[in-house]
């Protein structure tokens, strides 16, 4: 069973980021020693960057989407160097043959890459999908036992998906995408308690 664990590009400048992420997948796995972490990376400040050549130059949807997809793969580059004995998986086979105690970073560009091509309900390309719900969407398809967004900012007891919508904690989209995804989990984790906060569904929202 898996843990996507989705982690923010807000934290990568923060100095204590990787002793408290280790901290974090450490205390995780004690909690649930029989969920295994598989970490996705956001796109941070390098996906900013394409947003703001995409203004400028008008690269256009798709040519944006794609880029945005591979600014992901520099976080997740980094994550690897920042987590001692870490393993890159680029396709989702190679799952299977991760050893327990692996931490396997996902290498988004080129497993997003050939499931879109195969998949009847593709992600819409436009900058109201970001990587909040790329890895929703990744989460609903690898059945997975819960989606962990790592954050930089706090939400209150109780929150909804669309109520995180609604103050741009996730994207827009993100409500719809993680319909299919039983359990979503907020964590604050500049916060030293690094409190996990269950995402409902709005009422009347269906998976």
Known sequence: MIALVKVGGSLLDWPDFPQRLTAFLEARRDWEPGVRPVLLGGGGRFADAVRHLDRVHRLGEVASHRLAIRSMDLVSEVLGRLIPGARFIDRLEALGHALPADYSILVPSRILDAMEETDPDPLPCCWDVTSDSIAAWLADRLEVRSLVLLKSASI????????????????????????????????????????????????????
């Open 156 to 207: 209150a007891e109780g929150s909804t998906r669309e109520d995180a919508a609604r103050i741009g904690l996730v994207d827009p989209f993100f409500p719809i995408v993680s319909k299919g995804v039983d359990r979503v989990e907020f964590v604050n984790l500049r916060d030293p308690v690094a409190r996990v906060m269950e995402l409902g569904r709005s009422k009347g929202a269906q998976p």
